[in-house]
């Protein structure tokens, strides 16, 4: 029978068959059944299924159907699948195990293997009062233009290869689903990407994550926010880089952070922060911070250091076997409004800069290990009195040396005194006697 579309020849409705033969042992099988309605609500609207072998004719929505490339019908016909950097050939996930080559050459069947195939120019309704139940062993797509012809502006459903992987025009799809090797002795790899979009959370209940795994990276914004950037599966620049204004706000009843415990602990926690102005602010009612630890480095560069704390008593306990604190500012100053307590178990070793002040307003009381202080005030004593009575000794020798010499200078001055009184005196009476006798010889011859 005919194979025309036209809405004459078939009346208000017809079943044809090919009129071709099979071409088996049974003749004059038929190798496809056609049923159309060629018109229908007054218009020339065509409805139809064929069933069997695909004709030669182009038939109704023959348009629709080609919008869906055998040679791209499949997102898995395409799909990395062996784990390797580039598009491996063979299939290592341990799915289907068909080579790339083999999925395309069936894809390349898509319109011309035959099977079952229905249009309609109108809607197409099914209902199903009870359950449905549809099993496929090929691969599924569907492809929903949304009243429009553009097949990039459609959105699309494909499940191939055992993987569900959907797409549309709203942001935040996957893109990319592909087999990797790695550490895990392969995994399945999934790239979801959104651009331009806006995305609002609402969620009551219970919520718990757990991760496993040997990476983690988060990243927000860019070091260079107005460099224009494309999206990973893509390959042209679409967007860019803009940082965002990051807002977070929690309430709650209590909040308990852990990173690494006691019987394994993270070797190595690095955090690094670049700003133009840091403000941090913490109201409550007590404070509490410990830290034990070997060694306890803290390096401070800036020109000028302030600190405020007012508080009715401040306690600072450190147990650490080195403690460190370096200010390498040009001006640190430490103001403490209240009872400032500073207990000190093991050594501590403090550098400032060219000037440090510590203002105290109430009690400053340091406490501090009693033994230890015993031992220095002792080593401190010791040395002092060894020092002062080595000082007092050579002062008392000294003094004394000048003494005794100052006493010969004397005695030696009083000798040569003594000496120059008595021959002086001597003469004196010797010129006396001279005198008298001389007045004693002339008294005598006066008589």
């Avoid at 784990?83 to 080579?99: K, M, P, T, V």
């Avoid at 620049?237 to 204004?245: D, H, Q």
């Avoid at 034990?292 to 600072?316: D, F, K, P, R, Y």
């Amino acid at each position: 029978m005919s194979n025309s579309w036209g809405t004459e020849g078939g009346g208000s409705g017809s079943i044809e068959d090919s009129g071709e033969s099979s071409g088996g042992s049974g003749s004059g099988t038929l190798s496809r059944l056609v049923i159309k309605v060629p018109g229908y609500d007054g218009k020339a609207a065509t409805s139809y299924l064929r069933l069997g072998a695909v004709p030669t004719t182009e038939e109704p929505g023959a348009a629709l159907a080609e919008l869906i490339d055998p040679a791209e019908a499949f997102i898995d016909d395409n799909r990395n699948r062996g784990g390797g950097s580039s598009q491996s050939e063979f299939d290592n996930s341990g799915g289907h195990g068909l080579a790339k080559a083999t999925r395309k050459e069936e894809s390349t069947r898509l319109h011309t293997k035959g099977g079952w195939r229905d249009h309609s120019d109108g809607n197409r309704i099914t209902t199903t009062t009870g359950d449905k139940v549809e099993v496929i062993r090929g691969n599924y797509k569907l492809l929903v233009l949304g009243r429009q012809d553009d097949p990039d502006k459609a959105a699309a459903f494909d499940i191939s290869g055992g993987l569900i992987q959907s797409g549309d025009i709203a942001p935040g799809s996957i893109t990319e689903i592909r087999w990797v090797q790695d550490v895990y002795s392969g995994t399945w790899h999934v790239l979801e990407e959104a651009e331009k979009g806006a995305q609002k959370t609402v969620y009551h209940g219970d919520i718990e994550e757990t991760f496993y795994g040997n990476n983690l990276i988060a990243t927000t914004g860019s070091e260079e926010p107005t460099q224009p950037i494309a999206l990973q599966a893509g390959s042209r620049p679409a967007s860019l880089k803009l940082n965002p204004t990051i807002v977070e706000k929690t309430w709650a009843t209590k909040i308990t952070s852990d990173t690494g415990s006691a019987k394994t602990p993270v070797p190595s926690i690095t955090e690094t922060t670049h700003a133009l102005h840091v403000t941090s602010a913490t109201h409550c009612l007590i404070s509490t911070e410990h830290t034990n630890a070997i060694s306890l480095l803290s390096t401070t560069v800036a020109g000028t250091i302030l600190e405020t704390q007012t508080a009715a008593l401040q306690m600072e306990f450190s147990s650490a076997a080195l403690k460190i604190e370096a200010y390498a500012g040009a001006l640190t100053v430490e103001i403490s409004g209240g009872l400032k307590v500073e207990l000190e178990l093991s050594g501590k070793f403090a550098m400032s800069g060219p000037l440090s002040v510590e203002l105290t307003w109430g009690y400053n009381l340091g406490l501090h290990n009693l033994k230890d202080e015993l031992e220095v005030a002792k080593t401190e004593l010791t040395a002092a009195m060894d020092t002062k009575i080595t000082t007092a000794k050579t002062e008392i020798t000294s003094a004394t040396d000048t003494k005794i010499s100052g006493v010969e200078t004397k005695i030696n001055n009083t000798k040569t005194d003594l000496t120059s009184t008595i021959t002086t005196r001597i003469s004196n009476v010797a010129t006396a006697l001279n005198s008298l006798k001389t007045d004693l010889a002339n008294a005598h011859v006066i008589t």
